[in-house]
Antibody, heavy 118, light 107 residues
Framework: QVSLKESGPGILQPFQTLSLTCSFS??????????VGWIRQTSGKGLEYLAT???????YFNPSLNSRLTVSKDTSNNQAFLKITSVDTADTGTYYC??????????WGQGVMVTVSS | DIQMTQSPASLSASLGETVTIECRAS??????LAWYQQKPGKSPQLLIY???SLHTGVPSRFSGSGSGTQYSLKINSLQSEDVASYFC?????????FGGGTKLELK
């Protein structure tokens, strides 16, 4: 059974770096064709695809945030990570990690709410 | 980026009714389309992929169809647990993009 759970700071100030962790079970990022995707849901843009890290360490970033995003993984510990630099209020929303065996999102975590506020 | 336009933005239907939600892409996405259901306070869940393939465990009253730029999600015999928002997503071309959603309520 696939399960994912996001964790993060909850609240941070403008210009800080957002660091999120996705802890998962039921699949391995060492398995061919598996990936962990990151999506956020904001009041301004709805569901927005951010990035994916694949089993072979290939990565894709949404060009609209490309320069601000970093993704990484710890295959041994079944974790994936997302960093967004220089956040502002537009980054406020719920962030989800997902398990992907293809280019859609098979399973989603419960989401973590992030608020950017001074 | 490929723009995904969903319609209607909201709809109200009765139990047992058949409901159809539309999704239009700004260019041909060659069936690279998924549908998700998001119940209030929950995360989205995959319903349909490849435009018409049912995800594991999804009730057969859900179905997807379409081609080119026009796709639809149909819910037969609406149940109370189907009250949710529904989103389409294209994965034909990066960056993957979502529709704005359709909020389904009971009449």
């Amino acid at each position: 059974q696939v399960s994912l759970k996001e964790s993060g700071p909850g609240i941070l100030q403008p210009f800080q770096t957002l660091s999120l962790t996705c802890s998962f079970s039921g699949f391995s990022l060492g398995t061919s064709n598996m990936g962990v995707g990151w999506i956020r849901q904001t009041s301004g843009k709805g569901l927005e695809y951010l990035a994916t890290i694949w089993w072979d360490d290939d990565k894709y970033f949404n060009p609209s945030l490309n320069s601000r995003l970093t993704v990484s993984k710890d295959t041994s510990n079944n974790q994936a990570f997302l960093k967004i630099t220089s956040v502002d209020t537009a980054d406020t929303g719920t962030y989800y990690c997902t398990a992907s065996g293809a280019d859609y999102f098979d399973y989603w975590g419960q989401g973590v709410m992030v608020t950017v506020s001074s | 980026d490929i723009q995904m336009t969903q319609s209607p933005a909201s709809l109200s239907a009765s139990l047992g009714e058949t409901v159809t939600i539309e999704c239009r892409a700004s260019e041909d996405i060659y069936n690279g389309l998924a549908w998700y259901q998001q119940k209030p306070g929950k995360s989205p869940q995959l319903l349909i992929y490849n435009a018409n393939s049912l995800h594991t465990g999804v009730p057969s009253r859900f179905s997807g169809s379409g081609s080119g730029t026009q796709y639809s999600l149909k819910i037969n015999s609406l149940q109370s647990e189907d009250v949710a928002s529904y989103f389409c997503q294209q994965y034909y071309d990066y960056p993957w993009t979502f529709g704005g959603g359709t909020k389904l309520e009971l009449k």
